[in-house]
Structures are given as structure tokens and as C-alpha cells.
């Protein structure tokens, strides 16, 4: 089945950097990459979203970028604020379900 | 707007009762799922479920134990309660997975205790 792994487990970062957090996976037949983040005390949401058919997507501050041969995939997060700080997530599309990463906490320092 | 909702934000139990955890979606979804979250491993699949009295296995399923009997409510059930499922509980549903729609809508989750 399906494997995620999910690089950093945190990330410190200054106010105004730049944030990567990557994800490998393991089955070629995946076809649906999303990103989820998830506040202290709150249930994840979902950030952005990437399918296969698609090497790059960008929504404001955030981009996540997909290489299918080399089955990875990561989150880009710039000019980073403080409500940034969250854990989060990214999956694939396992056989009618999702794989999750484990999940990396991102700690934006003013 | 999709609403999930999960019948206990926080619970306590003993070692071996019987527990059950409710979730509920308003949107019509098909599909829905049940996950346990603890820090460093992330969101790890339970049980889900793709239509009325169907159900699957997920990753982590021995000690547990599903029910759908309507389309909308989910349920979750610990036959006999042991203290390593203390746990976050969190209960999701997405759209159908035959049209492409995978986003998945999480409820509040419940913080189970088990002593």
C-alpha cells in the first residue's frame, strides 16, 4: 500500500522567511496530493491541493510543487507570519483513501 | 458549508468498557472515516467507510469496530477499552471518491482518556 513520508517533523523559522516542507510517497498509481493545516486545538483544514496531471500549483503565499518521477512532492510557504504556526500535513490517494505524513510543526517567531 | 461533528469533544473512560464515538455530516458525503492522532505519527486510519453498512480496514483497526447504518453518522466503537487508546479521535467525510472528490472535512475530534 501507500507510504507517505513527511520531512521535517518541525521547522523553525523568522517572520518574513521562507518555509519548505517536503513528502515522498511511494505508490506511482497516487493521483491526489493535498496539504492540510491544523492549529493548536483545532481540526485540520485543508491549504491546497495538487493532481498529478500538474507539476505546480500557487495560491497567495503558498505553493506546493509535484515530481512525479522522483515521487515527491513539498509545500512552500513565503514572506511566513505568525499565524502560520501550525502543524501540517500532506497525503496521497491510497486505494479509496488518503495517506497522511506524520506531520510537521512550523513555529514563525516574530 | 460542510459540517462535521463528533458527539464528545472530550471523554473519560475505564479499562474495559465499552465506548462509543458518534460523528456526524450534514453534506450528503459517501464516504467517511475515523482516524487517531498522536503526536509524531500523524493522522493514522482506523476504519472508513464508502457507502451504508460497508466498511473497511484501515491501518490500525484491531481494537476497534464500526457502524453505518445511515448514510450521515458514523460510529466508532471500542469493545473493551485499554489505556493505549487514549487518543485524539478524528472523524472525517469526503464527497465520493468515484468523481475525483477526495477532500476530505474533518469534525472537531474527541479527546478519549482511557484509565
Known amino acids: 500500500g501507500e507510504n507517505v513520508e513527511q520531512h521535517p517533523s518541525t521547522l523553525s523559522v523568522q517572520e518574513g522567511d521562507s518555509a519548505v516542507i517536503k513528502c515522498t510517497y511511494s505508490d506511482s498509481a497516487s493521483n491526489y496530493f493535498p496539504w492540510y493545516k491544523q492549529e493548536l486545538g483545532k481540526r485540520p483544514q485543508l491549504i491546497i491541493d495538487?493532481?498529478?496531471?500538474?507539476g505546480e500549483k500557487k495560491d497567495q503565499r503558498i505553493a506546493v510543487t509535484l515530481n512525479k518521477t522522483a515521487k515527491h512532492f513539498s509545500l512552500h510557504i513565503t514572506e511566513t507570519q505568525p499565524e502560520d504556526s501550525a502543524v501540517y500535513f500532506c497525503a496521497a490517494t491510497g486505494f479509496q483513501k488518503l495517506v497522511f505524513g506524520t506531520g510537521t510543526r512550523l513555529l514563525v517567531s516574530p | 458549508d460542510v459540517k462535521v461533528t463528533q458527539s464528545s469533544r472530550y471523554l473519560v473512560k475505564r479499562t474495559g468498557e465499552k465506548v462509543f464515538l458518534e460523528c456526524v455530516q450534514d453534506m450528503d458525503h459517501e464516504n467517511m472515516f475515523w482516524y487517531r492522532q498522536d503526536p509524531g505519527l500523524g493522522l493514522r486510519l482506523i476504519y472508513f467507510s464508502y457507502d451504508v453498512k460497508m466498511k473497511e480496514k484501515g491501518d490500525i483497526p484491531e481494537g476497534y469496530s464500526v457502524s453505518r447504518e445511515k448514510k450521515e453518522r458514523f460510529s466508532l466503537i471500542l469493545e473493551s477499552a485499554s489505556t493505549n487508546q487514549t487518543s485524539m479521535y478524528l472523524c472525517a467525510s469526503s464527497l465520493s471518491l468515484v468523481t475525483g472528490s477526495y477532500e476530505q472535512y474533518f469534525g472537531p475530534g474527541t479527546r478519549l482518556t482511557v484509565t
Open positions: 495538487i493532481r498529478s496531471n500538474v
